[in-house]
């Protein structure tokens, strides 16, 4: 059986999927290291419960890092999320447009989310430059630098501006959405024609 993301797209251009595969790849990479950050918070919670209640030794610095990885899990995640179609949607009323109002609609949204994703990038930036020439520290039980966690803006916001900057590219060009993890490999931007 074909990979369904190797499928390709009459309206795609060769520079759409050179884009594509590198916001892919980025995104999963991220994404990974979402979920490995996920895992770990996991285990820290499920160790900090037993020392608490079974050994009366409960480790201070657990909810701390569990939060810093809650910051690194919603940083990583956003873009593969958002090449996904998995972000918050009002898809009631996308559904009712016609493919044009589809199209302008998923354009409208690509755009705002790279508004959003810029803010993110140069706020972020300007953050963490600031903090580290402070020598901010976090507050709490663990004492690390600010400025390493608020490069998690930055860096989240560059992937989210990458994977906004291609669904805004396939709005315009007409080209589905890609699904790698769906039983349907795309969402159509424009209705099927009646046979």
């Not at 290291?33 to 499920?46: E, F, N, P």
């Not at 201070?60 to 995640?77: K, S």
């Not at 690509?110 to 990038?121: H, N, S």
Request: glycine share 10%; no cysteine.
């Amino acid at each position: 059986m074909a990979n369904p993301a190797a499928r390709t797209h009459p309206g795609e251009s060769p520079a759409l999927r050179i884009l594509a595969r590198a916001v892919a790849l980025l995104a999963g990479a991220a994404m990974g290291l979402a979920a490995v950050a996920l895992l770990l918070s996991l285990a820290l919670i499920g160790w900090a419960v037993v020392m608490r209640y079974g050994f009366n030794a409960a480790p201070t610095w657990v909810d701390d890092l569990v939060g810093f990885n809650l910051v690194a899990i919603v940083m990583l995640a956003a873009a593969q999320t958002l090449r996904q179609g998995e972000h918050i949607g009002v898809d009631l009323l996308t559904a009712s447009l016609s493919a044009r109002g589809r199209r302008w609609a998923a354009g409208w949204a690509a755009l705002a989310t790279g508004a959003i994703a810029v803010v993110l990038v140069l706020n972020g930036t300007g953050t963490a430059l600031l903090a580290r020439s402070l020598g901010l520290l976090t507050e709490g039980a663990l004492e690390w630098p600010t400025w390493m966690l608020m490069l998690l803006m930055p860096v989240g916001g560059a992937l989210l501006l990458l994977a906004a900057v291609e669904q805004l590219w396939r709005a315009v060009a007409g080209v589905p959405l890609p699904r790698p993890h769906s039983p349907v490999d795309a969402v159509p931007l424009e209705k099927p024609e009646p046979r």
